[in-house]
């Protein structure tokens, strides 16, 4: 709001800091004559790294949300029996249905890093083209390292087909237009407010995750998200807490 430079900002905050931890979502307001979009953040971001010398921790932008998904994987090789379990199950990344539209970035770095470790990964979200598809980059990375990794990318827009078999049921909400979510959104809200009766359809043994907060009722239901024989999102929650301790200390080693 002072039109202070990122550059400026980044040479500065180098001077104080071991390393900065940033999350930028969603930003709306107008700094000069520049006004931010999707993805801006992201270039804000990248900025800052460009010009700091210390370690810049990508806690959250637009477009991505690393240390969540490194979270998520961990819970997953904990559950699974490391990496090489996880790569045996089948992952459904879904779609939920909240009044927010929200930013896709949860579903777009799962695709990227899950396929990236060879997992098997269904993402699963309504059929309203332009409206939940996630972008056609990550999608395009997620198809090569999947290939390369030995892993798997598949698409569905039936959340019940999508369930069958799953071993991970995964609920994130996500939409790329608040207007057109409003309007359409909420015929959806029944079918992928995920509960037990997904798990009906699910592997034995299944497990929900969600990356929390959940907005209940809307996203999952009280007693799935409560239910510790399906839920482990307060193990995914607590590995938050650890990946975020093992980046600092890959990345700030000298410094802590």
């Avoid at 905050?13 to 900065?20: A, E, K, P, V, W």
Wanted: proline share 3%.
């Amino acid at each position: 709001s002072h039109k202070e430079t990122w550059k400026d900002t980044a040479e500065m905050i180098s001077r104080f800091l071991s390393g900065f931890a940033i999350r930028l979502y969603n930003l709306k307001a107008q700094m000069g004559t520049e006004t931010y979009e999707y993805g801006d953040a992201r270039n804000v971001l990248r900025g800052l790294a460009e010009y700091a010398n210390i370690p810049i921790i990508n806690m959250l932008d637009d477009k991505e949300h690393p240390c969540q998904i490194a979270g998520d994987i961990l819970t997953m090789m904990e559950k699974f029996g490391g990496l090489e379990g996880a790569r045996r199950k089948k992952i459904v990344m879904s779609w939920a249905y909240d009044d927010r539209a929200k930013s896709a970035g949860v579903p777009q770095t799962m695709i990227a890093a899950g396929c990236t470790l060879g997992l098997n990964i269904t993402l699963a979200y309504p059929d309203e083209p332009g409206l939940y598809d996630v972008d056609k980059e990550y999608v395009d990375f997620a198809k090569k390292a999947a290939e390369a990794n030995g892993g798997s990318l598949k698409f569905e827009h039936d959340i019940w087909k999508a369930s069958k078999d799953a071993d991970v049921i995964y609920a994130k909400s996500w939409a790329r237009n608040p207007d057109k979510h409003a309007e359409v959104g909420k015929k959806y809200a029944k079918d992928w407010c995920i509960s037990h009766e997904h798990f009906k359809v699910a592997s034995k043994g299944a497990t929900y995750m969600h990356c929390l907060p959940a907005h209940r009722k809307f996203e999952v239901t009280d007693a799935l998200i409560d239910d510790m024989k399906y839920s482990i999102v307060n193990d995914e929650a607590e590995n938050r807490l650890h990946v975020q301790k093992a980046i600092m200390a890959l990345t700030m080693g000298n410094h802590l």
